[in-house]
């Protein structure tokens, strides 16, 4: 039969086995619990150690100081660090999720130490604590309770986030007899529950409310709940121990100790049992059977785990817990089970026996479960041999079967080879494999990496396949904090040899820490190597080097970067400086030419100048008038028209400055003299009807406002030809009905535009009698008949159609007077005789 040395040491716990494998001999030196505090971070995790204050102790050949001293499980030294913190004795440490040591002193005061004893953060329990000493603190995860002298009670419930709640006041006159708490995230509030033991009962303690429980099953000595809040362990004043439910109605356990006296420690060994710790005796209690006592003749901690309780002695670790089924199925002494017949053919094979054949032959229809069972035991040895032991056994098996799945052996191997390098001594996480896969593998590389052990870290991601950037920052980082000693380019040469094995790096990430660091230089150099212009720039303009985060993000293309820049050097630099930075790169300059026309005018003007661009700053200035017409209180009268007139003159100067625009100056020119004389007018009428208008509307407008002395000026000023002038006046005086003046107008002197112009102002103004007057007076035959038409006089059109002797003339003619017969036949007789003479 199989594994009877291996069975041998478990015990018996009615019917489940237990075991207490040695992890380590612990490494240190002179550390006895007894004469100091210990806090012990879950899942394998470092261990806190520094003198116990509130005792009187010898020391020998150390200093008076304390220190306080992390190490490994397996008892190596991480980091020290001599306590010097006020706030007067130490009541409470532990260690969070996150592995921050947290100590909390007399007057309220919260420390927060990392892995390296480095002192990260302090904050203040509050004013109550200060007044009222603490006196007794309770952790979990990441929280703590803590009851000060006047009996009131505080919870922080995340020390991520460092806020103090006071919970209900239980009017109490003297301490608890013990506190215990359920973790918020097994309440049914979502709040920390607290359970106080006073009097023969307890207290359920919450923020709003106090509920009693268990009335006169107490007095409590002892409480702690069980690790997923289900359950609550207690040792009563009559040495019972009683397993409850969270709500103290239903006793699962109860046990009569042989002592009253209460045990120093209390704890959970999984969900299947409870320690209780006396001076010297470890005794262990299921709910069913008889107990299993453990003698010590030295002080041990217990550390529970989600899977059974790690002791720590002055010279040992070890790990109690419930040996697992597959295990027992193997090495029980007796054992016929599948897997227990597949490790001894395994043993028969090695010893060439031919037991081996029949051992498989019994167990050829279970074979899979027995290879399976191989593995699963495996999984859980911590011996290294016997874990090869087990998975040869599995491989054996595994080769006689077809129905197996066989990535299982392949996985449990990579699980185990993981294990085993961390559980390693000079590494002291003693994880199992239960705890391996609650805390993950991502988990366990950050506390690598927070422990200085990167290149474990770093050959553990590449064997999973994971994202080895995590670790090659946290190097680089930890390297740069670390070299202050090495010149630049030698660390640069370091540095990248190892970040070359990750692509797709953040090098702009180490950039930031070695400028935060205060290497500048190195700094510049690594961010070089950065790819990405969306996070090369950025940090470029943090570190100073605007000049090149401005090439950078020209030679990208990318205008949200380039913006990027070109607001954080405008901020920072004298504009002239800015302007010379910016004049070299057409793209940056077209940028913030294009952003500053529609929001900077005034900084865009002094560009231009900066630039000699003269006529561009002539332009913005002429926009500017435009702008300024747009304003509501240019039409309510003239205070914004004189400022206008000033910027249009400004803009004529600058353009005359320029041989290249004597058109812009000269229309800038006439533009500012238009605008005075339309003030003017305006002025003067007291109507706002003539700013922004043509001079062709400004001379009609004072023509039909009567005034001809103003349009005369106009006409002069900005010299006006005849011609339009004529145009002009004969359409206002039509407008206005001022037949008289229109007449006494075309007889002045002849005109230059001719009478066809009065005619057919007089026709639109529906004047046909005023249109007789000129009509007379056409020169061409055409527009007499064609004058004719218009006012509806056939015979006389005919007749001058007649004299200009123009048949398609007549034609159309024609297709006026359509509706009128005698009319049309006018046409058609005068066709037809133009028609014969033609043929003649």
């Given amino acids: 039969m199989a594994g009877v040395a291996v069975a041998a040491e478990w015990q018996l716990l009615y019917n489940r086995y237990y075991r207490k494998p040695e992890l380590y001999q612990m490494q240190w030196k002179n550390v006895d619990l007894t004469r100091n505090k210990i806090a012990c971070a879950p ?24 220190k306080l001293r992390i190490f490994t499980s397996s008892g190596r030294l991480i980091s020290e660090t001599v306590w010097k913190n006020p706030g007067g004795r130490l009541i ?128 409590f000595q002892k409480m702690v709940v069980s690790r997923k809040g289900e359950f609550v362990a207690s040792f009563t004043h009559d040495g019972r121990l009683l397993v409850l439910s969270t709500d103290f109605s239903e006793v699962i356990i109860e046990y009569a100790c042989e002592s009253a006296l209460p045990p120093e420690q209390l704890a959970w060994c999984g969900l299947d049992s409870v320690l209780l710790y006396w001076d010297d005796m470890l005794l262990m209690v299921g709910p069913f059977g008889d107990p299993v006592r453990y003698i010590y003749d030295e002080p041990i901690i217990l550390i529970p785990e989600c899977d059974g309780v790690r002791i720590l002695s002055n010279t040992s670790m070890e790990f109690l817990h419930r040996v697992p089924d597959s295990t027992v199925s193997i090495f029980q002494i007796g054992s016929t089970l599948p897997a227990a017949l597949l490790y001894d053919a395994l043993e028969h094979f090695d010893r060439r026996s031919a037991k081996a054949d029949e051992n498989l ?75 391996y896969k609650l805390l993950t ?36 980082c930890t390297k740069i904090s670390a070299s202050a000693a090495i010149p630049d380019s030698s660390l640069l040469e370091i540095l990248l040899d190892k970040l070359k094995l990750c692509k797709g790096i953040s090098y702009a990430a180490v950039a930031a820490h070695a400028d935060k660091s205060g290497r500048r230089k190195l700094a510049a150099m690594l961010v070089e190597h950065e790819p990405r212009s969306s996070k090369q720039i950025p940090l470029l303009l943090s570190i100073g080097e605007e000049d090149t985060a401005l090439m950078k993000a020209t030679e990208s293309g990318d205008t949200d970067l380039i913006y990027l820049v070109l607001f954080h050097i405008w901020r920072k630099r004298a504009p002239l400086e800015f302007f010379s930075t910016i004049q070299a790169r057409t793209l940056a300059r077209d940028l913030f030419v294009t952003y500053a026309r529609s929001y900077k005018h005034e900084f865009l003007k002094d560009f231009f100048l900066s630039t000699g661009q003269l006529q561009d700053v002539a332009f913005l200035l002429w926009k500017e008038s435009w702008e300024l017409a747009k304003n509501p209180m240019a039409s309510k009268g003239s205070p914004l028209h004189g400022p206008r007139i000033k910027l249009i003159e400004k803009a004529h100067n600058l353009f005359t400055e320029t041989k290249e625009h004597m058109f812009e100056s000269k229309a800038a020119e006439e533009h500012a003299k ?55 006046k004969v359409f206002a005086l039509a407008t206005i009905r001022d037949w008289d003046a229109l007449e006494k107008f075309s007889k002045e002197k002849r005109p230059p535009i001719g ?36 006012i509806g006089m056939a015979k006389e059109a005919a007749d001058a159609a007649s004299q200009a002797k123009d048949g398609e003339l007549l034609g159309r003619l024609k297709l006026t007077f359509a509706q009128n017969a005698a009319a049309a036949s006018i046409f058609d007789t005068l066709r037809d005789r133009l028609s014969f003479q033609g043929v003649s």
């Avoid at 406002?705 to 002069?716: D, E, Y």
């Fill in 43 to 66: 899942f394998g995790g470092p261990i806190a150690v520094i003198r116990d204050d509130a005792k009187i102790v010898q020391l020998y050949a150390e200093s008076a100081l304390r």
């Fill in 92 to 219: 409470g440490m532990s260690w969070t999720d996150d592995l921050t040591l947290i100590c909390i002193t007399q007057d309220g005061t919260v420390y927060s130490y990392n892995i390296h004893a480095e002192l990260v953060s302090t904050f203040s329990l509050g004013k109550e604590c200060f007044d009222n000493s603490v006196v007794e603190c309770v952790f979990w995860g990441n929280g703590v309770v803590c009851i000060n002298e006047a009996f009131e009670i505080f919870a922080v419930p995340d020390f991520k986030v460092p806020k103090t709640v006071k919970l209900a006041d239980c009017n109490l006159e003297e301490l608890p007899h013990c506190i215990a708490v359920i973790e918020p995230q097994y309440t049914k509030s979502g709040d920390v529950e607290v359970l106080v033991g006073v009097g023969d009962h307890v207290l359920l303690v919450e923020e709003d409310l106090v509920q009693p429980l268990a009335e006169e099953m107490g007095p």
């Fill in 361 to 435: 032959r019994l167990i050829r229809s279970s074979l899979p479960e027995a290879v399976e069972a191989c593995i699963d035991a495996a999984g859980y040895e911590f011996d290294i041999s016997q874990q090869r032991t087990l998975l040869r056994a599995a491989s054996y098996g595994q080769t006689f079967s077809s129905h197996f799945q066989r990535d299982s052996i392949q996985e449990m191997c990579k699980t185990l080879r993981v294990l085993n390098a961390v559980r390693h001594v000079e590494i002291g996480i003693p994880l199992s494999i239960q705890q």
């Fill in 441 to 476: 593998p991502s988990v366990l590389i950050n506390r690598l990496i927070n422990a200085h052990k990167h290149l474990l870290a770093l050959r553990i991601s590449e064997y999973l396949g994971m994202n080895q950037e995590v670790v090659l920052m946290h190097w680089t």
């Fill in 674 to 728: 238009l605008l005075r004389i339309q003030h003017e007018l305006e002025v003067t009428t007291k109507q706002a009807i003539f700013v922004d208008s043509s001079i062709s509307d400004t001379i009609r407008t004072c023509i039909v406002l009567g005034n001809h002395r103003a349009a005369n000026k106009v006409k002069t000023e900005f010299k006006v030809s005849e011609k339009r002038w004529y145009w002009l």
């Fill in 755 to 790: 009478y066809r112009p009065f005619v057919e102002a007089c026709v639109d103004a529906g004047e046909k009698d005023q249109a007789l007057k000129y009509i007379p007076k056409l020169a061409d035959p055409r527009e007499r008949a064609e004058a004719y038409a218009k």
